[in-house]
Every structure is written in C-alpha cells, then in structure tokens.
C-alpha cells in the first residue's frame, strides 16, 4: 500500500472531474481496502480498491473486483467519483467521531473465515496538517478492538451507499 502514491492518483482524478462551484476537495478519509471472500474452501471474490472522500463531499473510487460467486472471475475495474449526499456524509462524521479517529493509530486485525482475509488501511485528515490511520493487516499481532471492527464495517455501508446514491452497483462491495 502506497498511500502517498495513491493520494496523488486521486488528487489528479479531482484535478479532471469537474466539481460543483465551491465545493471543498480536501481529504477527509482515504481506504485502502484489499480482500479475499472466501466460503470454507471456496474462493467468493477479491476486492482491491481506494475509496478518498473530501471535505463538502465529492469522493472517488477506483478498484478491480473479481466475483466467482456472481460473475465468471474476470477482474472488472471501476472507477467512479461523484458527491455523496448530505446523509451519508453526517453518517462517515458520525462513525469517524465513535471511532474517535482523531485519536487512533491502531495496528490490528480482523479476525475472517477460513481462507478469507481482510485488509485496510484508512487515513484521516484533520486540520492543521494532522493525520490519523488505522491499519488491519491480517498478519498484525494483535486483534481489533471491536469498536474498530464495527467502524470498517460501518465504513463498507457508508460507501455501499454513496455508490447506491450515485447509481453505481460494484460486486462484492
């Protein structure tokens, strides 16, 4: 995961996709998430994908996803930015405050079926050039608290719901 890279992918993507007037384009929150589902032995689907969102609300999304379960396995890539609604962006402020985010640095993992795994690593940007980040790696010593476990999940239907909102439907998200 190279978050400096990825940053400057999607600052690039906000510089070609024309924005609302006034809209504010600085980071929020920005995921890195990489993920095997998986069903006992049987292999589900993959998901690799970087989810940034901004301040006011524009976010961008590019991933590729593989669904065995639903589609044939060929790897689809997906790149999508619009502007989330107002509900679901008091929703993100509403986990990011129970999380307390602004106080988190956590290094853990989340506990997945046989032959799953799970992977994030999410950034947030605070004022003053402050930043926050909460890595599950499957491989971390320690697992997450639950609160954190509850925060990724939270943070799957937020984004489920920003695309849902935009029109966008994206497998195994």
Known sequence: MNTHRDLLFFSFLF?????????QTS????????RTDAGGPALLGTVDVD????RGG??????VVRDFQGGDGSPRAYSVTAT?????MADLGAALAAVRIR??????RIETPLGASVAYEITWFGAQNRTTR?????????????FVQTFVFQLREI???????????VPRL
């Open 134 to 146: 909460i890595v599950v790696d499957p491989e971390a010593g320690t697992s997450c608290p639950t």
């Open 103 to 108: 106080n988190r640095n956590d290094h853990c």
């Open 15 to 23: 510089l070609l996709t024309p924005l609302a007037a006034g809209a």
């Open 159 to 169: 984004r489920a719901r920003m695309l849902r909102d935009a029109g966008v439907v």
């Open 84 to 88: 989330a609604a107002a509900g679901a």
């Open 58 to 63: 524009p976010f961008a999304l590019l991933g």
């Open 51 to 54: 989810w940034l969102v901004s």
């Open 27 to 34: 980071p929020l929150l920005k995921v890195h998430e990489v």
